[in-house]
């Protein structure tokens, strides 16, 4: 048996998809083209809570030292959970709306990744968080489909927390598996994802878990997880793709995951311009011809296993606020961390506002994306991260797309920034 294309997995949507299982030849006759890759949006900020995308959320906290409350946990552990269930309610009922979909359906994107928590799905109740985001969830799946759109849904943060970062949804020591429970409750949790994936036409893929630190979770262990992730999905959703991000290691380590019994399934890596001194300090030429360079590896690595870049953006500083964290600075200016600034002078003023940016700095942003977007459709295509924030323009497809920042359409193979 040998790995059965992307295309007759995840980008497999169809007009009329029954609500029970759809078997395998059935989505492999109505996939779409064969031509046609991943061009998707990030629902980020909605079901996990992150300070930068949504700060009016967390503002409240703003002028207390050290804060007690930097993560979604230990929002609701502050509010209390009848708050905490007042105002996310709110939040949940606002942050997407069908304009939204509407939008990014008339941009021509054809793909919604949208991150959930564990504890929306297989939840322990003793812990601070509250319930109640499933409702709002299918009203995103109807409309995804009313508009044709497939959606990938990733399970953001399992318990413990599988790389530390608030967008775990409990910010600090990385913990997952500690526990002979932690990965019981994250497959319930999928089980649950695969149970709704039957139930809307509009699923096409399932991520195991978003972004597993490799420093606090072991290679070996991530492996084993993903394997029992695949059983599970495919032994409750057949037709579902199974989505295994790299643990932050090099794609060309995940060789393992292509073997015959894992046909469905693809390899998603992030890639940021921001997290790092190195990559902070590169000119604008640089930051070119780094993502023209990442599209060549994907594209190798896209010959053994079909890869995704689920993440990106169009941020070459990391001035959005609380990016790293909430109350914490940023390396480009020097407060986050470092003593000086990345280069001297460095200053975050007007970087998040588009309406600030010169000619000049308007021109790399397009030619940015551009690049990016050619580079990863060398692989199967894209997901940007976010499809909008309150304040972060470089994070925000909708605003940069109607902004002209981004083309619409967004056809990365059509652009010529990177080498054919």
């Not at 949507?13 to 779409?32: G, Q």
């Not at 630190?213 to 072991?218: C, D, L």
């Not at 932050?248 to 001194?277: C, K, R």
């Amino acid at each position: 048996m040998h790995f059965r294309p992307l295309l007759a997995t995840l980008l497999a949507v169809v007009v009329s998809w029954p609500k029970d299982i759809v078997n395998a030849a059935t989505v492999h006759e109505l996939r779409r083209h064969p031509a046609d890759v991943v061009r998707g949006v990030n629902l980020g900020g909605l079901f996990v809570l992150e300070p930068w995308i949504t700060p009016s959320l967390f503002s409240e906290w703003e002028r207390t030292p050290q804060s007690p409350v930097v993560d979604e946990w230990s929002y609701c552990a502050v509010l209390g959970k009848p708050e905490c269930m007042r105002r996310l309610n709110a939040h949940w009922a606002s942050w997407v709306q069908e304009s939204d979909i509407s939008t990014l359906a008339s941009m021509h994107i054809n793909t919604l990744r949208i991150p959930i928590g564990y504890w929306a799905l297989a939840p322990d109740l003793s812990e601070p968080y509250v319930q109640g985001q499933i409702p709002y969830l299918r009203r995103i799946l109807d409309w995804a489909a009313a508009y044709n759109l497939r959606v990938i849904l990733d399970l953001h943060g399992v318990p413990g927390s599988q790389n530390g970062f608030d967008n775990s949804g409990r910010r600090g020591e990385i913990s997952w598996t500690k526990r002979p429970s932690d990965i019981r409750q994250s497959l319930d949790s999928l089980a649950v994802l695969a149970r709704l994936a039957n139930e809307h036409r509009s699923v096409a893929a399932i991520q195991a878990v978003n972004e597993p630190a490799n420093w606090g979770v072991s290679k070996g262990v991530v492996t084993q997880y993903y394997l029992q992730a695949y059983q599970l999905v495919k032994s409750i959703a057949p037709h579902i793709t199974l989505v295994f991000h790299d643990a932050f290691l090099p794609v060309s380590e995940w060789s393992e995951l292509v073997p015959a019994n894992m046909t469905g399934s693809y390899l998603d890596t992030h890639i940021y311009h921001v997290f790092s001194e190195e990559s902070l300090k590169l000119s604008y030429d640089s930051h070119l011809s780094k993502a023209c360079a990442d599209g060549e590896k994907l594209k190798q690595f896209n010959t053994r296993s079909p890869t995704i870049c689920g993440e990106f953006s169009l941020a070459t500083t990391d001035c959005a606020r609380w990016l790293n964290g909430f109350q914490r600075g940023a390396r480009w200016d020097g407060t986050y961390l470092t003593v000086k600034s990345v280069l001297p002078g460095s200053t975050c003023a007007g970087q998040e506002d588009l309406s600030t940016w010169n000619v000049e700095k308007r021109m790399f942003m397009r030619n940015f994306a551009m690049a990016q977007l050619q580079a990863y459709e060398k692989a199967n295509g894209w997901i940007f991260w976010n499809f909008k924030t309150e304040n972060a323009d470089t994070w925000n497809y909708i605003k940069l797309a109607q902004a002209g920042i981004i083309p619409n359409p967004p056809v990365g193979s059509a652009f010529g920034i990177c080498p054919a």
